[in-house]
């Protein structure tokens, strides 16, 4: 079994920063690509960015430019940077562990999730 836990989640203003971590408990983390998703109230939940086990990254428009995904292997932890943050970033953001790709069901392991708002 696979667990992550996402932290970071916080009230920030417009244009300010947060960083999310999620830590996970499984020793062939670095065979997994690892994914961030967020759902905003009254939406289906949406990709944000992917990192795969060699680094490669991807990223939904939303986040391109202001988002920055990471991975420390020896770690088992992924991080999103998000920087000039917005009104509409607010949401609950979720980690997830599987293969490459922007849909959820690639993605076969979640966390809990870790609220973001971001107040204008």
């Known amino acids: 079994q696979v667990h992550l836990e996402e932290s970071g989640g916080a009230l920030v203003q417009a244009g300010g920063s947060l960083r999310l971590s999620c830590v996970v408990s499984?020793?062939?983390?670095?065979?997994?690509?690892m994914g961030w998703f967020r759902q905003a109230p009254g939406k289906e939940r949406e990709f944000v960015a992917a990192?795969?086990?060699?680094?490669?990254?991807y990223y939904a428009d939303s986040g391109k430019d202001r988002f920055t995904i990471s991975r420390d292997n020896a770690g088992n932890t992924v991080y999103l940077q998000m920087n000039n943050l917005k009104p509409e970033d607010t949401a609950v953001y979720y980690c997830?562990?599987?293969?490459?790709?922007?849909?959820?069901?690639?993605?076969?392991?979640w966390g809990q999730g870790t609220q973001v708002t971001v107040s204008s």
């Open positions: 499984r020793r062939t983390f670095g065979d997994y690509t």
């Open positions: 997830a562990a599987g293969r490459w790709g922007t849909l959820e069901r690639f993605y076969n392991y």
């Open positions: 990192i795969n086990w060699n680094g490669n990254t």
